[in-house]
Nanobody, 123 residues
């Protein structure tokens, strides 16, 4: 089984940056699509970004040009660099893994989830 643990969340001022990390254990994540989801208060969980080992990435329209997802297969770790943060980015961010590229960009059905890390952007 694969376990995912997120870190790097916290409080940041609008316009600032933050980098989230997701460490996988139990099995290597090499070659497996990985992604990030988020859920804000009163809203549904949504896909934010995803990445294949080849470097192909996906981003939600709301974060394009501001967020960047990357992975280090040797360390079994995925990152999410978040820049130009605003209040709309306040949410709990979840790391995810799935063998299906389509799922890691949508709802992650049949995949793995991390516990989540809180990101709060202040005015």
């Amino acid at each position: 089984q694969v376990q995912l643990v997120e870190s790097g969340g916290g409080l940041v001022q609008a316009g600032g940056s933050l980098r989230l990390s997701c460490k996988a254990s139990g099995r290597t994540i090499s070659g497996v699509p990985m992604g990030w989801f988020r859920q804000a208060p009163g809203k549904e969980r949504e896909s934010v970004a995803a990445i294949l080992w080849s470097g192909i990435t996906y981003y939600a329209d709301s974060v394009k040009g501001r967020f960047a997802v990357s992975r280090d297969n040797a360390k079994n770790t995925v990152y999410l660099q978040m820049n130009s943060l605003n209040s709309e980015d306040t949410a709990v961010y979840y790391c995810a893994a799935n063998t299906r590229w389509s799922e890691i960009k949508s709802t992650n059905d049949g995949g793995y989830w991390g516990q989540g890390t809180q990101v709060t952007v202040s005015s």
